[in-house]
């Protein structure tokens, strides 16, 4: 069983940076592949980055590549999703996933989630 955290949201500005945290329990943290998700007001979960277990080799989505920068921190369980030039259409709940075996660009292919962090970008 694996437990996530996130903390890190809050209310900026636009143009601004945020840094969301995820902590992670568990000894195979390692391991799992970990994705950041995010489901606005009215909207479905869409996905944003992820960054295998090994290797750690990051994907983004469109939108955020570039802007987004997905990492992670093998000996604090910890995987961070730092985000500049925030824009009003990302505000949002940030979601953290993890899953023990591949990574994924969607939400069936994370068995861990945790419990949200709230983004407010003002414009």
């Known amino acids: 069983q694996v437990q996530l955290v996130e903390s890190g949201g809050g209310l900026v500005q636009a143009g601004g940076s945020l840094r969301l945290s995820c902590a992670a329990s568990?000894?195979?943290?390692?391991?799992?592949?970990m994705g950041w998700f995010r489901q606005a007001p009215g909207k479905e979960r869409e996905f944003v980055a992820a960054?295998?277990?090994?290797?750690?080799?990051?994907y983004y989505a469109h939108s955020m590549k570039g802007r987004f920068t997905i990492s992670r921190d093998y000996a604090k369980n910890t995987v961070y999703l730092t985000m500049n030039n925030l824009k009003p259409e990302d505000t949002a709940v940030y979601y953290c996933?993890?899953?023990?075996?591949?990574?994924?660009?969607?939400?069936?292919?994370?068995?861990?989630w945790g419990q949200g962090t709230q983004v407010t970008v003002s414009s």
């Open positions: 568990g000894r195979t943290f390692s391991t799992y592949a």
């Open positions: 996933a993890a899953d023990h075996s591949r990574v994924g660009l969607q939400t069936y292919d994370y068995d861990y």
């Open positions: 960054i295998t277990g090994i290797g750690s080799l990051t």
